[in-house]
T-cell receptor, first 119, second 115 residues
Framework: GAVVSQHPSWVICKSGTSVKIECRSLDFQATTMFWYRQFPKQSLMLMATSNEGSKATYEQGVEKDKFLINHASLTLSTLTVTSAHPEDSSFYIC???????????????FGQGTRLTVV | KQEVTQIPAALSVPEGENLVLNCSFTDSAIYNLQWFRQDPGKGLTSLLLIQSSQREQTSGRLNASLDKSSGRSTLYIAASQPGDSATYLCAPTTIKLNSGYALNFGKGTSLLVTP
């Protein structure tokens, strides 16, 4: 299957600093990527949809000024957690679909996830 | 809003048993449904993709069925092995305005297969 690479796999930062997470589709182009957050023993919650060349679409309750998303190319989307606080500590995962034929018919692939700990 | 429920939440079985994991979803207007595996602290590995027009998909010891009209899917694992221990997630794809085709997740079934 297609490969989605996410970096870093884990990061520890001080409260008030910003952290950038990268999501790359290695062997396919993805006009749309998705960012999820997962708290311990909880389901993945969609945070935002990242569209190449346009503004991201955020889910209700997700602060767009805090979670900055940039989808500058067909293979790279970044999520920046600005002014991070301990409550932002979580597991962040990106996803992308290989366009293939019709977009909605294709399989979604996920990155390895990033464990963010804010101290 | 799509709600996904997976039963059981946790399951512990001895090696060799056949298993059935259940998934239900509230909005039957889905485009496809995927089953994933998640190991602790890791990302998601896609196991099976069932298109909305399909009834089932098979891959090795895994078989997934889909009853779209009733909002149900099951994942059948044959001859379970300790390496199957993980959390299994089902995720139907529904269209979201301005968000494209997004996956909706339940909390998953945590499976432990003991030697």
């Amino acid at each position: 299957g297609a490969v989605v690479s996410q970096h870093p796999s884990w990061v520890i930062c001080k409260s008030g600093t910003s952290v950038k997470i990268e999501c790359r589709s290695l062997d396919f182009q993805a006009t749309t990527m998705f960012w999820y957050r997962q708290f311990p023993k909880q389901s993945l919650m969609l945070m935002a949809t990242s569209n190449e060349g346009s503004k991201a679409t955020y889910e209700q309750g997700v602060e767009k000024d805090k979670f900055l998303i940039n989808h500058a190319s067909l293979t790279l989307s970044t999520l920046t957690v600005t002014s991070a606080h301990p409550e932002d500590s979580s597991f962040y995962i990106c996803s992308a679909r290989d366009l293939g034929g019709a977009d909605y018919d294709t399989e979604a692939f996920f990155g390895q996830g990033t464990r963010l700990t804010v101290v | 809003k799509q709600e996904v429920t997976q039963i059981p939440a946790a399951l512990s079985v001895p090696e060799g048993e056949n298993l059935v994991l259940n998934c239900s979803f509230t909005d039957s207007a889905i485009y496809n449904l995927q089953w994933f595996r998640q190991d602790p602290g890791k990302g998601l590995t896609s196991l099976l993709l069932i298109q909305s027009s399909q009834r089932e998909q098979t891959s090795g010891r895994l078989n997934a069925s889909l009853d779209k009209s009733s909002g149900r899917s099951t994942l059948y694992i044959a001859a379970s092995q300790p390496g199957d221990s993980a959390t299994y997630l089902c995720a139907p794809t529904t269209i979201k305005l301005n968000s494209g085709y997004a996956l909706n997740f339940g909390k998953g079934t945590s499976l432990l297969v003991t030697p």
